[in-house]
């Protein structure tokens, strides 16, 4: 029986109003595909995060089975420690897992997160939480060697909160660019039954330039020089994707996704220095200067709640028996945790406006609970408001991001192209989310 071939391009981040409205006619490789596949927006997981969204995706399981619930996660009971997630933390099988059980061999680049790389019956390139290209970033450990003679230095990642936006542009161009060349050698030089990359530019790109092109954005300027920069970058994509369709075998199966969607940043809500004025969080001195917990003198023994920032806010209350010097009884843990959890809900914006907040603790949310997560999750404005977590702004409400120069913020909805050249039909759905990707391949690949 001869198995199908899948190959998965994944756009970190790209929304549909971009992909399928506002560029779609003048991104004529997605156009010519979109014209005969199954296509539409993707919803995100809660929290709609790179990590764990990824990872959701090839093994179909949500934040709570995986135990992951965004790029850190507290390390056991510690009040300001906290650990980047890696692919240790992965326990359920993924997409090249299940094919490697059947002998059949899978190259997957840039999935986050798969650093430290493991093994799998085929090759796999690590994604941008890996620390530098000094460290091992490939299964096998040889292939970095050919990486090196392919596209010399290796990009993982760039620098995107920075205020040089000259040199950034250029930087992510180069990466992008050497990531789809060493897809295409890997395609043509290695054997495989499924493809997957990640092009981590795309949300680099719109991190730092979305504020250039949107005029609803607060910080636009007509006539900028930047105004194209964001345009001309998927301009690029589509002209790789075209380079990468051109060497794949003609029946294989393509998809495009994204593992989330983006839209312009109305500002950013300083959780914990609201949790000071609401007397949940207590600090022993206030800061001169923009501080992080960690930075801080923070009286645990009289503070109820603290959290941390983010594209959402994790929120922590401080428990007898979990927490080193624990405030709230067990008994009366789940009254104070509704009772801050409604007023977090009513949070408005520095005007006075209501902003569609959802605030849930995790058993709300998922069906399974694992790993280390906060007792409530905060989400704010419908996602359009951050959370800073940092300490020392003397108000709640920033226009920017407390973590560097920031344009965007992460929305529910990617996208999803799914063409199979043996069933070229055109077909629009909108109700598909994250975890249908998973079913959806290994069906393709019949496993």
């Known amino acids: 029986m001869k198995h199908q071939k899948v190959v998965v391009i994944g756009l970190d981040c790209a929304p549909p109003k971009l992909v399928f409205e506002l560029w779609k006619d003048k991104l004529p490789n997605i156009s010519n595909i979109i014209d005969r596949a199954t296509w539409g927006p993707l919803r995100s997981c809660t929290p709609p995060i790179t990590v764990p969204a990824w990872m959701c995706m090839m093994t179909g399981k949500d934040p709570g089975r995986l135990g992951i619930y965004g790029f850190r996660e507290r390390q056991g009971n510690s009040y300001t420690k906290s650990q980047i997630a890696n692919s240790s933390y992965i326990k359920e099988k993924t997409i090249w ?6 002998g059949r061999k899978s190259i997957i680049l840039g999935v986050p997160p798969t650093y430290p790389p493991r093994k799998i019956h085929g090759i796999l390139i690590t994604d941008f939480l890996t620390p530098s290209i000094e460290h091992t970033y490939t299964y096998p450990e040889s292939i970095m060697t050919e990486i090196k003679k392919v596209v010399g230095d290796y990009l993982l990642d760039t620098k995107f909160r920075i205020e040089d936006r000259n040199n950034l542009l250029k930087e992510i161009i180069k990466m992008t660019n050497k990531r789809f060349e060493l897809a295409k050698y890997l395609l043509e030089k290695k054997p495989w039954d499924f493809f997957m990359m990640v092009e981590i530019g795309v949300d680099r790109m719109q991190h730092a330039y979305w504020k250039y092109f949107d005029k609803d954005h607060r910080g636009y300027r007509a006539g900028n020089s930047f105004e194209t920069a964001l345009f001309r970058y998927y301009q690029l994509i589509d002209e790789k994707i075209g380079e990468v369709l051109k060497i794949i075998p003609k029946d294989t199966v393509v998809f495009i996704v994204s593992d989330h969607g983006a839209k312009k940043m109305d500002g950013a809500f300083c959780i914990n220095e609201w949790l000071i004025k609401e007397k949940y969080l207590v600090l022993k001195k206030y800061p001169k200067k923009i501080s992080s917990l960690e930075e801080l003198e923070i009286d645990w023994g009289k503070t109820k709640a603290w959290a941390w920032g983010g594209y959402y806010s994790r929120v922590f209350l401080n428990l007898k028996g979990r927490d080193p010097q624990g405030t709230i009884n067990k008994k009366n843990f ?56 940092t300490i020392g702004h003397k108000t709640e409400w920033i226009l920017d991001n407390d973590t560097g120069p920031d344009d965007a913020v992460h929305d529910w909805n990617g996208i999803f192209i799914k063409s199979d050249p043996q069933n070229p039909k055109k077909q629009y759905k909108k109700n598909m989310n994250i975890y249908d990707v998973f079913p959806m391949i290994r069906k393709e690949l019949n496993i």
């Open 334 to 389: 789940h009254r104070e945790r509704e009772i801050l959890q409604k007023k977090l809900l009513n949070i408005t914006d520095e005007k006075g406006k209501k902003l569609q907040n959802l605030v849930e603790p995790p058993e709300k949310l998922y069906k399974t609970v694992n790993g280390n997560p906060s007792d409530l999750f905060a989400i704010f404005g419908d996602l359009s408001w951050r959370a800073a977590g």
């Open 97 to 102: 897992d299940l094919l490697g059980k059947k």
